[in-house]
């Protein structure tokens, strides 16, 4: 999950308008903010809609932007649903493209997503090679691989190279991006509780938790919330545990996640019996929604 949250500058900008066919280039723009909306919601199967809508569109219109773009964000939902082979192929396949184009930003931005998408599957000397190629097309600052190179660094337990690479990454990130700016915060959550330091990783988590509501990304408010939950209980504050473990349980029946509500109630039950906590509610309403055929979900 830590890099479910981190791929959404990666769909890219919309392209510009192919002079062959403007009706369809527009449509096709559209097309990719609706489809980024629903991405940084979590909502990968309406995003993929769009996403697939809009590449036939650039290729009818022999847009190859456009095309680089909607490959990008495909590969995008590939990765964030776990099927990072194809993930691969669809970067790959809009890095040749935004090569042979000239085009910097694009190819840089798919070297980015390409990198991201294989620290997802750890395989981390893979993504580094991904890394390093990129900085020697481009040796200033490119936020998407900073953000990742970070993430590389925490996996491989580089802690002060990941903390050095993060702050760097954050301070460049603007207000505006919220979904970076939870990305960012949660990574160094994660590095402070790596590290020992509970209580900064709180604040840090906090901030994530923050930018993903302001973006409603479900997935990553409920992966917050087990984390503040875990730091609450480094610290010895089970009854704070407890109310972010339920609230994490709860989001995750909603989204119809069987795996990670079976995981985190373990996690509420501990920290309940240590705070003499009543979950009764939580478990009641987890197996209701989960259980519910015609509950309206976040993403249907």
Known sequence: MLVLMSLLWACGSPPRQATQAPVMARDGAKQIQRGNLQYTKGCYQRAAAHFSRVHAEFTAADDLAGIAVSLNSLGNVYQATGDVDNAVAFFDEALTISTVRGDRQATLQAMANKAAALIGADRLDDAQAVLTAAAELEPGAFLPLQINQGILFLKQAAYPQAQ?????????????????????????????????????????????????????????????????????????????????????????????????????????????????????????????????????????
């Open 164 to 300: 050095a690479a993060l702050e760097t990454a954050l301070a460049g990130v603007t207000k505006e991006d919220q979904s970076s700016q939870a990305k960012i915060q949660f990574a160094l959550g994660r590095l402070k509780l790596a590290q020992g330091d509970a209580a900064a990783a709180g604040e840090h988590l906090e901030q994530a938790l923050a930018a993903d509501r302001a973006v409603g990304f479900h997935a990553g408010m409920a992966q917050d919330h087990v984390q503040l939950g875990d730091s609450h209980q480094a610290q010895g504050s089970s009854a704070k545990a407890v109310a972010h473990y339920k609230q994490a349980v709860k989001i995750y029946a909603l989204l119809g996640d069987a795996p990670r509500v079976k995981a985190n109630l373990t996690k509420l039950e501990k920290a309940a019996d240590a705070a003499g906590a009543d979950i009764r509610l939580t478990v009641h309403f987890a197996k209701t929604w989960l259980e519910d055929k015609g509950l309206k979900r976040p993403c249907r």
